[in-house]
């Protein structure tokens, strides 16, 4: 087991982007590759200082995909340009492109997240994508970004969507790591995953109690202290619990099902975490944890996170779909084998037929 912290240094204050021209004065930087949305750029763009005098900036907009053929057109402009740093500025696609970018070079990697979404900003990780926004690999690195830059007033003008799948995604800490730990022999316990234990664990206390009031700030307009308390747990509480536990609190078998849902166009507007906050339930299904099932309804039901196939615009799925689901959710190369139970393509049929049922049960 590897375990690695988020960002050598972390700053989280309205003023935070007046940091970098700091930052990069003192690593005596004086060409900038700046990757960003077009979307991203706008609501940041206010708050964003000079990147300082004499710099040389290669301004690139992303196109709107993780994929190799986006890292490769990347890396070769800042290869061409002798790029020493790497500024990224939007959503998680966007920053784990500059991760992979950057990963084995010599370029210092910047990193200011726009959105509350995930914990890409956090981790050492990039998940890759197909053209179509198919699910393709995820790699895990040995860096970490050398800053990462968060202000409160750009996330909170996000869109409210993002927020809540960021919440779902996070939730997925908890459930898809308790098992696992549940079931660790006492002599491999590690301090290490008795940190990465802890914050999972303090990311379901915090989002169970905070998140639906937090949802409610933002969409008021209330940069209040519980809505930042949700939005950094999402960013940072969410990636110290991969970040210390690696393979062992990592992705299980809600992100299996969210990549397996990635292979039908029908998801393609859902976001990542909406499907991860579905297969968190199938995996509670797969581990027949029903009482805990309809514990999260009525959560997820005032956020509106997915709960069913209707739910994720996959209504009347034939059995030929949902054996399709089924069986790419419990490939052998997924990680759904890190669940430790013997699982296959059945049960998880069986698991997604079961939550349809107790979706139906509990809205009557």
């Known amino acids: ?35 960003h949305g077009s979307k991203s750029l706008a609501v940041a763009k206010p708050f964003l200082p000079s990147f300082g005098d004499n710099i040389e900036v290669i301004d690139i907009l992303f196109s709107g995909e993780c994929t190799y053929d986006e890292i490769k057109r990347v890396q070769e402009i800042a290869f061409l340009h002798k790029v020493q740093m790497v ?42 994508y ?26 909170m003008n996000s869109p409210v969507k993002y927020f809540v799948a960021g919440i779902a995604d996070t939730l997925a800490k908890f459930y898809e790591s308790q098992l696992i730990f549940e079931k660790l022999p006492e002599e491999e316990y590690t301090v290490a995953l008795e940190i990465s234990q802890q914050m999972a664990l303090k990311c379901k206390e915090t989002l169970l109690k905070q998140a639906i009031p937090a949802v409610e700030d933002m969409k008021a307009g209330r940069l209040s202290h519980i809505w930042r308390n949700v939005a ?20 299980t078998g809600a992100h299996a099902v969210h990549d397996a849902l990635t292979l039908f166009p029908q998801t393609i507007d859902l976001l990542h975490g909406e499907k991860v906050g579905y297969g968190i339930l199938v995996q509670l299904a797969i581990e027949k944890r029903f009482t805990e099932i309809k514990k999260l309804m009525p959560f997820y039901r005032k956020l509106g996170i997915p709960t069913n196939f209707s739910d994720l615009n996959l209504a009347n799925l034939s059995e030929t779909d ?21 699982i296959d393509a059945l049960q998880v049929k069986q698991a997604m037929l079961q939550l349809e049922k107790i979706t139906r049960e509990t809205e009557e």
């Open 130 to 155: 197909k053209e179509n926004g198919e699910h393709f690999d995820h790699k895990v690195y040995k860096e970490t970004a050398n800053l990462m830059l968060l202000n409160p007033e750009v996330i």
């Open 232 to 251: 950094e747990t999402i960013i940072v509480t969410a990636g110290t619990v991969g970040g210390w536990g690696d393979a062992f609190a990592r992705s």
């Open 322 to 342: 949902i054996n399709k689901i089924a069986e790419a959710s419990a490939d052998k190369g997924t990680t759904m084998t890190l669940i430790p139970l013997p």
């Open 1 to 35: 087991m590897i375990s690695q912290g988020g960002p050598q240094r972390y700053i989280s204050d309205t003023e935070a982007y007046q940091e970098l021209p700091l930052f990069i004065q003192d690593l005596q930087v004086k060409r900038i590759l700046f990757l």
């Open 87 to 128: 500024v990224a500025l939007g959503g998680g696609k966007v920053l784990d492109t500059a991760k992979s970018v950057t990963t084995g070079t010599l370029m210092y990697l910047v990193l200011i997240p726009t959105l509350a979404s995930n914990c890409a900003p956090w981790s050492a990780l990039s998940v890759h």
